[in-house]
């Protein structure tokens, strides 16, 4: 099948992909990088560029082993830890009793902990990572089939999930979604470890069709009990999916127009071959690396989009159904669009809280500091990596930003360029002082003169910082820098960094 083409979606030519165009490219299909990193990009062009990110598998990276954290911190119970907990409460030996309960809670404990050290993980290889797209897709996927450790309450599951998104990265879309229905972190969220054929339970079947591949209005009560009857069966044993054919419903059942003794996996294939499954995971990846769509655009479906927002989405939803649900050449179509460059579109979207600090940390080169505390400063903007707030996931957008989120991110970005916090300084801030001469290096070395006016680096760094640079903004920046005399000294950049990152403009990309 060809896809089907919108003008809106012709390809960016090589001559218009300059300093912002390759800048906008880093920040959207990744998070941000260096100045030098941008100039690369424009030297290589928007074919190449596109190809380096999404072509993420050729860039090494230390291999994420299975066994990186302890799995068995909240194994199921073993036979004989069964026969004696049944014994001692046969017998009424409550302190044996008591003791399985001290244990039980001793692990629950353990598991907390290393879910923080999962959340520090995730944060590092975020902010480290040479495969940049592979972690803003992981990210995807984890908003998109949102799961959360608060009610599954097993770390070591939830890391399963996160590697099962980052195989699938780009990967096809199909795939992933046979792949969820067997994932154990999932199975538990939604409660299918407890579906039985004589008591199918249809949170699975409903969120799968509703949140995760078609949307409301492609599918029908009778199609949810009917999916939840197919999916009977599918549930896990401790790290492992399992089918039990003893609980599946093997009787007739007609989901989305397709008939028979139908199970999880044909469910599935009745998901893909509904036309409206490409137009919806089209839609979700526009609005997240493109354009945040409305609420009420989303409920109103095409009818609150301009021409062409509705083009490029057909234009993606097309190409996905071309590839056989292929994400990779969807992403390559998107990001060597001329839409994708528009300037209804380049610093028109806020950031999110780990597009932020991850953004922050990689773009300005400011040194991480106290992981625990990048971690809790996400929580307190709203993103608590693997907690997210429900099976819809993290709305996004301008749910991002509010008077107190606000004043999170101005702090969080102020500790990270200085080490201080709400109260007192970092203990490493004198060690890990952030030095931002890097950023002005090419600046420095096309003309030696420039790196000693202080309006010239405040131009270069908010062309680099925000994407332009405003007479309000230069303004601001120069009279900052006479206030401290001449000459461009670290404390300057540093200080001029700490009021473009409060800036409104700082929160778009």
């Not at 050729?58 to 830890?81: G, H």
Request: proline share 5%.
């Amino acid at each position: 099948m060809q896809p089907r083409r919108n003008a809106a979606m012709s390809p960016i030519k090589p001559a218009a992909f300059g300093f912002e165009q390759a800048r906008h490219l880093l920040w959207r299909a990744g998070f941000g990088g260096t100045p030098a990193q941008v100039q690369t990009l424009v030297s290589w062009g928007p074919e190449r560029s596109v190809d380096y990110l999404l072509d993420f598998e050729k860039a090494p990276t230390e291999p994420v082993s299975a066994d990186l954290f302890d799995r068995d911190i909240m194994r199921p119970p073993t036979r004989e830890e069964q026969a004696a907990l049944a014994l001692a409460r046969r017998t009424m030996d409550e302190n044996a009793v008591a003791e399985f309960r001290r244990q039980r809670m001793e692990r629950e404990r353990l598991d907390r902990q290393q879910m923080s050290k999962i959340r520090r993980w995730w944060l590092q290889r975020m902010i480290e990572t040479p495969r940049p797209l592979e972690e803003r897709m992981t990210l995807f996927w984890h908003g998109h089939f949102a799961t959360s450790y608060r009610t599954i309450e097993n770390s070591y599951h939830m890391f399963a999930q996160n590697g099962l998104f980052r195989t699938h990265a780009v990967g096809n879309f199909g795939d992933l979604l046979f792949a969820i229905i067997r994932d154990p972190a999932m199975l538990a969220y939604l409660d299918q470890n407890d579906s039985r054929k004589n008591r199918p339970n249809e949170n699975l079947a409903r969120e799968l069709m509703e949140l995760f591949s078609l949307g409301v209005g492609a599918y029908t009560e009778r199609d949810i009990k009917e999916g939840a009857r197919a999916l009977t069966g599918f549930t896990f044993d401790d790290d492992e999916f399992v089918f039990r054919a003893n609980d599946h419903d093997a009787s007739a059942k007609t989901i989305l127009g397709v008939s028979g003794n139908l199970d999880g996996d044909d469910f599935v294939k009745a998901i893909l071959g509904t036309r409206a499954c490409s137009r919806f995971m089209a839609r979700k990846l526009y609005a997240y690396f493109v354009a945040d769509l409305l609420p009420w655009e989303a409920a109103a479906g095409d009818r609150g989009m301009d021409g062409a927002t509705r083009g490029a989405i057909d234009d993606l939803a097309s190409t996905m159904l071309a590839s056989r649900y292929e994400i990779k050449p969807v992403l390559r179509r998107l990001f060597l669009s001329e839409h994708f460059y528009g300037t209804s579109v380049m610093g028109q979207q806020i950031k999110s809280p780990a597009q932020l600090v991850v953004g922050a940390v990689r773009s300005l080169g400011a040194p991480p500091r106290d992981l625990s505390v990048l971690a809790d400063a996400l929580d307190l903007m709203g993103q608590n990596l693997f907690y997210p707030p429900s099976v819809k996931g993290w709305d996004g957008g301008r749910s991002w930003i509010n008077t107190s989120t606000l004043f999170i991110r101005q702090n969080v970005l102020a500790y990270l360029l200085t080490g201080k916090r709400p109260q007192g300084y970092d203990a490493l801030a004198n060690e890990e002082k952030y030095d931002p001469s890097p950023l002005i290096a090419d600046l420095v070395k096309a003309d030696p003169s420039a790196g000693r006016d202080p309006e010239r680096v405040a131009e270069y760094l908010l062309r680099f910082t925000i994407g332009s640079a405003p007479e309000s903004a230069l303004r601001t920046l120069a009279e900052f820098a006479r206030e401290r005399g001449t000459g461009v000294s670290r404390d300057m950049l540093v200080g001029m960094l700490l009021l473009i990152s409060a800036m409104p403009e700082y929160q778009l990309c």
